[in-house]
């Protein structure tokens, strides 16, 4: 049996590790993209792709994330009170994120529609509803989960 301060030392190590890692991908990830930006733009036509794709990406991120909730759902068998909280919010906030993305590639294609260009002039809004309802959601749900064991508590059993 390892003392505790070992315990405390790899845990350590390992939350700081977790956080170096983290932000070593997302410096490679934005490193990546503008490598992928400066050859597709010397390429014709395909600038025009790589916009679109930096459009939707967001959004199917946050489509990932209702994905990831929506199979924590189905794998909780607490039939509580929380739990029906949660898939709304999951429906709205998904329903939220597929009329913005739609409102996004419209923008994208310029269509000269007043929601649309609000939504041009204003995009900020529906990443930030996107965030608090994806947030709120998780939260609803965490709170319908039965009390896990502390992580020492899981080693001595």
Same mark, same amino acid.
């Given at each position: 049996?390892?003392?505790? *301060?070992? $315990?405390?030392?790899?845990?350590? &190590?390992?939350?700081?590790?977790? *956080?170096?890692?983290?932000?070593?991908?997302?410096?490679?990830?934005?490193?990546?993209?503008? @490598?992928?930006?400066?050859?597709? /733009? !010397?390429?014709?036509?395909?600038?025009?792709?790589? $916009?679109?794709?930096?459009?939707?990406?967001?959004? @199917? *991120? *946050?489509?990932?994330?209702?994905?990831?909730?929506?199979? =924590?759902?189905?794998? !909780? !068998? !607490?039939?509580? %009170?929380?739990?029906?909280?949660?898939?709304?919010? %999951?429906?709205?906030?998904?329903?939220?994120?597929?009329?913005? %993305?739609?409102?996004?590639?419209?923008? &994208?294609? =310029?269509? =000269? &529609?007043?929601? +649309? +260009?609000?939504?041009?002039?204003?995009?900020?809004? #529906? /990443?930030?509803? $996107?965030?608090?309802?994806?947030?709120?959601?998780?939260?609803?749900? #965490?709170?319908?989960?039965?009390?896990?064991?502390?992580?020492?508590?899981?080693?001595?059993?």
């Amino acid at each position: 049996m390892e003392d505790k *301060f070992t $315990q405390y030392f790899k845990l350590f &190590w390992m939350i700081l590790g977790s *956080f170096v890692a983290f932000i070593a991908v997302g410096i490679i990830v934005f490193y990546l993209l503008k @490598l992928f930006s400066i050859t597709f /733009f !010397n390429i014709p036509g395909w600038d025009a792709v790589y $916009q679109f794709v930096v459009t939707i990406f967001p959004y @199917l *991120f *946050f489509f990932a994330g209702y994905y990831y909730l929506y199979n =924590k759902v189905r794998q !909780n !068998n !607490n039939g509580s %009170m929380a739990i029906v909280a949660g898939k709304i919010l %999951m429906i709205a906030g998904s329903l939220a994120c597929i009329a913005s %993305m739609v409102m996004a590639v419209l923008a &994208w294609l =310029k269509v =000269k &529609w007043a929601p +649309v +260009v609000f939504f041009d002039k204003h995009p900020h809004y #529906a /990443f930030i509803i $996107q965030v608090i309802t994806l947030f709120t959601a998780a939260l609803v749900l #965490a709170t319908a989960d039965p009390k896990e064991k502390n992580w020492m508590d899981r080693k001595q059993d």
